[in-house]
């Protein structure tokens, strides 16, 4: 469902994206792990079509993202990292405007917010404005309009950063449940969260693709624990892609 | 609903629920009436027609328009919400139309809400109905200009104080190029057929025409060209910084 090809993108004289490849199918929970500074939101910005690529292309849904901004963006669910939102207006009005513009209307309007608004956990603050809630509601919000749509694929970007251990739960939770029919790419920095939901890892650093394999295979292949497994790729003087 | 209609919305009602707006219409409905009444003599002309309040407008817009304006782009990218608007199914364009028309319909709220000024006139004589509906269409044109030089620098600059200073200046110096003193300084080193240039892109003399009931369609060209110039401009810059 997500197919990406050779994507480069640079900022002035650095670097972002360095030729990344990789792609991700329907029932897989994709994590893009890297240090600070690896590439990961920038990849992921490409595939939401905020930017654009400076080479390479990339398919979401069979919708190019250079073709076809408007369709890829129709088709996937994007949670910014920090949960972009606007502070004054209430979660209700929030959630009403995303289907708004998705133009998501009348009947099927009402169904998907009785839908979501449960799934995420947001009814006690549906009707507060979102700059009054706490990081872990503003996630949740954050989640829910990324979902309104029940898109085919998501892209997460940090998605537990910042919150509490029995957030990080709730939300790792939903990614698990969701991961079983959709195409879901998140990126985390977060070791244990990778183990926990990931189906596939990718490792990023300085813009390249290091390993693209499995947690499990990982771990097998080089009898330590994945904290180990990441500092050594991550600080190798070259980078060498092994695929697993 | 098409998604600029959304957008449009969003905006529209995001001015009214917070203090700004109801800050904004005291301010400018007391100058407005201040400048009408105290500063050019409306009862001492002893003449029933909107004159005095009209000429007051370029100089009020000046500084009111731009602070409409500021907030339109450079809020957006300072909360991050940029991302967000940019990472849904909507287009550059629709979004910066939809945001314009929200802030000039504002606008053009705020130049409804003066009509105690068209009720006092009529109440005290039998003014020109045709100056006054041909006075308000140029000073609601008038506003939209100014606001599209003003969505353009909000678009430049993250910093709205920023954004306000520079669009002050260009809306200043697009009005006093018109002014007879700044023309006749012009005259004393320019070719005649520079100082008429300069009159003709000055706001002054398509809205003085404006005022004095005569609709010519250079002068509705003028501000059309000048909109829409301005509006593709901040398309165009939006598109190249809204992920910097």
Redesign the interface.
Known sequence: MIEVKELRRR?GPVVAVDGISFSVGKGQVLGLLGPNGAGKTTAM?ML????RPDSGTASVCGHDILQNP??V??SLG?L?E?S??????TVG?FLN??C????I?GKDRKTALDRIVPMCSIESVYHQTIETLSKGYKRRVGLA?ALIHDPQVLILDEPTDGLDPNQKHDVRKLITEMGKDKCIVVSTHILEEVEAICSRTIIIARGKVLVDSTPKQLKEKHHASLDEIFRTITKMKTSVKCAV | ?N?F???F??EL??YF??PLAYVFLVIFLFFAGYLTFSRQGFFEARQADMQPFFVNLPLLFIFMVPATAMRLWAEERK??????L??????ITQAVIGKFLAAWAFLGIALALTFPMVITVAYLGDPDKGLIVTGYIGSFLMAGGFLAIGCFFSAVSKNQVIAFVLSVVACAVLVFAGMPTTLNYLSTFLPPGMVLAAKGISFQEHFESLQRGVVQFKDIAYFVFLIVGWVAACTVILDER???
């Open positions: 900022f910005r939401a079509c905020y930017i408007i369709e963006r129709r994007y910014a920090n972009p939102a606007y502070p004054e207006m009005g405007f995303i708004d513009v998705r133009q209307k309009q | 609903m998604s209609w959304a957008v919305k969003r009602k995001s629920a917070t909360v991050g919400s940029i991302e967000l940019f990472t849904l199914p909507i287009t809204k992920a910097s």
